[in-house]
Nanobody, 126 residues
């Protein structure tokens, strides 16, 4: 069991940058380095959307097309942390952002992830 907790959300202006953090804990946290970590988001009235993921060993990152070049995912396995740096924020980025863990290989599908955080709200004003 891995517990995930996101932080760093809040209100931003269009064009701002914001970095979200995801802290892993729990009985199985020593296996954190075996999990690929994904970020997803959900805007009001919309389905959960893939943002990107980073592989278990941080060698690979995959992003949704709309986030490429603006969002960067990184991780620190020694600290059991994952980060989502978001630049050039747009009002369309307003959503609840979730981090999720999937054993070994990452995936674009939310259904494939084993553990989820509670989410952190990001609101971008125009």
């Amino acid at each position: 069991q891995i517990q995930l907790a996101e932080s760093g959300g809040g209100l931003a202006q269009a064009g701002d940058s914001l970095t979200l953090s995801c802290a892993a804990s729990g009985p199985s946290v020593r296996t954190f380095g075996s999990y690929s970590m994904g970020w997803f988001r959900q805007a009001p009235g919309k389905d959960r959307e893939f943002v990107g993921y980073i592989s278990w060993n941080a060698e690979n990152t995959v992003y949704a097309d709309s986030m490429k070049g603006r969002f960067t995912i990184s991780r620190d396995n020694a600290e059991n942390m994952v980060y989502l740096q978001m630049n050039s924020l747009e009002p369309e980025d307003t959503a609840v952002y979730y981090c999720a863990a999937k054993y070994y290989r990452g995936s674009l599908s939310a259904d494939d992830y084993d553990y989820w955080g509670q989410g952190t709200q990001v609101t971008v004003a125009s």
